[in-house]
């Protein structure tokens, strides 16, 4: 079972709903998104207050390890708390029982201590906060404790690009070991309408005098009395600690101000959900052009589209705009600026869009998708894949390249028909894979849809012939992962008549080794046409020798090599009433013909490269193809194609190649002057487009980042 086992240990404590608290909820939230992902937070206090854990305890994939009561008789120095050294211990037997793939901390001594463990350090990343952010505040025996830090992890979280841009500054590193982690907000579950609805402000957070909790209070009882205030935070910190109980009976008494003391997150965000503008507004000591800190507040009003009044800065500037119409300096501005926003419903609604679309960005899930690359990193078990399938020629290249690769183990489920398969022997493999590739989208994809297991990835790859079935009707799609079509023409064709999803779909060419192909040319190939596979009859056999009629007739040099099983050695074809008879009438017409000479019928075999060397054009006339590989092949060995247009042909072969009518077709062979820089041309054109080397890549990939 491919997981991402991640611990989080955060030296904060989740009775205190302040920022670094939230800080590890999001952490859950964001790491939870994907099922994939199996989470431990390891919890730094004895639970007393319920309203940041419960939340945390919502997510199926999250396990919280309380200390005090899940890691049986281990005793604490503090009754309450953990301390650094006990947390570290505790991290490294979690670590020793459950061997995590990646483990994530938030705290600087912390950090400080886990660098002293080998075990460990290799892989963590800490997130680091609390450093000075400029040269001039910043001493040197923090830098150098930072440099340490850089150096011992395999990559750091910084919060944003100007803390980044600091922290290299201050330590004078290129900085390619580290990551973004912005603040989050959890997802956007609906599009909000972006109406006033109550005239009422909001705050919800943490009350300290850079905070300007008491120039908020100050401001908030000269707002109009048709004007409320709902504020929400019972955290107090700092010189406010002191004045806690006058701040207090001023929450209460001031008579537009609802106060609401501590709430849960959820709850938070319900009370910003029913307000109509945020409160974001903070000194410039915090808030300035040398700021490189994001305030998540902000950006949880945003997600819920209430416009916020918040001081102009440079990084603010460059999340909203310059000409975002809320920034306000002074207690006049936010009381003017509050007003005049709750009666311009145009203005209302262009702000709330406008912070809206500036939160999308730090979702959970946006941020989850952002950093799962790196956090897969740290998963280094091989990939179990399992490539099922009744004919597995086409894709055997890509087996092959995925046998070699060290990350993966491959193993085939092959299967003897559309339907008919060993089912004991598929439930063996399916038990064992992380990844099913079904080649063909037929009753292997209905099987494997039917039965995948919910952490397994699923991917089918479609050709032509699964458009005609009843197959692609019968699959759990949900079940699905990946859709890949083998041409631009194929992959519309199931959207538009199977109604396969196009958020599942992908576009895949097929493949050749192009460097196989590259032979010399025999003498005489100038009149030598060549055609592969000609069962059943929708391949058209009759059309190329209409082609080499029209040639040899004119000039007798021209023959038509035929690379093909014959229809009386399929028996199965042989039963159609009028596949026999087509065959039968295709055959008389070359006993009695002329050129019957001409008509070389060569043995089916895997010697494509060797037989191309004689032909000089490749011919494909069927009445439809999904792909059409062999004319591709003939590109390669610097065959000429000639493609009598079928649909699709046009986004895979080039314009100059494709015929509406024999009649072209055989004039342009008639016609045709041979150059090297013609050879060369027709050779790159495979070679860039569908070798192997570009498509075996594609397909890795696709397999690989399964998981991502």
């Excluded at 830090?149 to 919060?159: A, G, K, M, T, V």
């Excluded at 579950?189 to 850079?210: H, I, Q, S």
């Excluded at 021209?558 to 042989?574: A, C, E, G, N």
């Excluded at 009433?577 to 006993?591: G, H, L, M, N, S």
């Amino acid at each position: 079972m491919k997981v991402l086992k991640v611990l989080v240990y955060g030296d904060v404590d989740l009775n205190i709903m302040d920022g670094s608290a939230v800080w590890l909820t999001s952490m859950a939230g964001m790491l939870a998104t994907s099922p994939d992902v199996q989470v431990d937070i390891l919890l730094k206090a004895r639970v007393k207050n319920t309203l940041l854990t419960d939340e945390m305890a919502m997510y199926p994939n999250v396990n919280m390890i309380q200390p005090y009561s899940d890691l049986g008789k281990r005793t604490f120095k503090n009754g309450n708390r953990m301390q650094v050294d006990e947390a570290v211990a505790v991290m490294r037997e979690l670590d020793e029982a459950e061997a995590y793939h990646v483990i994530i901390i938030r705290g600087f001594q912390l950090v400080k201590a886990v660098m002293e463990e080998p075990r460990l350090v290799d892989k963590t990343i800490p997130y680091i906060t609390d450093f000075h952010h400029t040269l001039a505040a910043s001493s040197r025996s923090e830098r150098r404790e930072l440099g340490e830090i850089y150096r011992s992890f395999p990559h750091i979280f910084l919060q944003t690009e100007a803390m980044k841009t600091a922290f290299e500054r201050l330590v004078n590193v290129s900085g390619e070991k580290i990551a973004i982690l912005s603040p989050m907000v959890p997802n956007i579950v609906e599009k909000p309408d972006f109406k006033n609805r109550n005239n009422r402000l909001v705050y919800t957070g943490k009350f300290a005098k850079d905070w300007y909790t008491e120039e908020i209070i100050e401001a908030s009882s000269k707002l109009g009395m048709d004007i409320s205030v709902q504020i929400a935070g019972d955290k107090f910190q700092g010189e406010l600690t002191a004045k806690q109980d006058q701040i207090k009976e001023r929450l209460q008494k001031t008579p537009n101000i609802d106060w609401k003391g501590a709430l849960s997150r959820s709850e938070s965000q319900r009370l910003i959900k029913e307000g109509d503008i945020g409160i974001s507004w903070r000194s410039a000591e915090v808030d300035n052009d040398h700021s490189v800190e994001l305030s998540t507040k902000l950006l949880e009003y945003g997600r819920l589209g209430k416009p916020m009044l918040l001081r102009r800065t440079k990084m603010h500037e460059g999340l909203l705009g310059k000409n975002y119409p809320l920034f306000v300096t002074t207690e006049a501005e936010f009381t003017e600026k509050a007003g005049l926003i709750l009666e311009d419903r145009a203005l209302y609604e262009r702000s709330a869009m406008t912070v809206f679309e500036a939160s999308q960005h730090f979702t959970m899930e946006a941020s989850y998708q952002r950093l799962k690359g790196l956090l897969w990193q740290y998963q280094t078990d091989k990939t179990r894949v399992v490539f099922a399938g009744h004919d597995l020629k086409f894709i055997q290249m890509a087996i092959t390249h995925c046998e070699a690769n060290p990350k993966l183990e491959v193993k085939i489920d092959q299967w003897k028909g559309h339907e008919k398969h060993d089912e004991a022997k598929g439930r063996e493999l399916l038990n064992w894979a992380d990844v099913i590739f079904c080649e063909w989208g037929l009753g292997n994809a209905v099987w494997y849809s039917q039965h995948k297991k919910e952490h397994q990835k699923l991917i089918v790859r479609m050709h032509l012939q699964e458009r005609e079935t009843v197959h692609p009707a019968n699959y759990k799609l949900e079940n699905i992962d990946h859709i890949i079509a083998i041409s631009p023409y194929i992959y519309e064709e199931f959207h538009r008549v199977c109604g396969m999803p196009r958020e599942k779909m992908t576009m895949i060419y097929n493949m050749i080794d192009t460097e196989a192909y590259r032979l010399p040319k025999k003498a005489g190939n100038r009149y030598h046409l060549g055609v592969c596979g000609v069962l059943p009859s929708r391949k058209r056999l009759d059309l190329s020798l209409d082609i080499l009629e029209k040639l040899w007739l004119k000039d007798n040099r021209y023959k038509l090599f035929v690379k093909s099983r014959m229809p009386q050695d399929t028996p199965w074809l042989m039963k159609r009433d009028e596949e026999r008879t087509y065959y039968e009438q295709v055959f008389a017409r070359i006993k009695s013909a002329p050129w019957k000479d001409a008509v070389i019928f060569d043995t089916h075999g895997d010697d494509m490269a060797q037989w191309m060397q004689k032909i000089g054009f490749m011919l494909s006339t069927s009445d439809f193809e999904s792909f059409h590989l062999a004319p591709m092949e003939g590109m390669a060995s610097a065959s000429v194609p000639c493609v009598l247009h079928w649909s699709g042909a046009e986004t895979i072969y080039p314009y100059g190649n494709i015929f509406e009518c024999v009649a072209d077709m055989a004039a342009f062979i008639e016609n045709y002057k041979d150059t090297r820089e013609k050879r060369e041309k027709l050779q790159a054109y495979p070679r860039e487009r569908f070798d192997k080397t570009v498509i075996c890549s594609s397909l890795e990939k696709l397999i690989t980042g399964a998981f991502l």
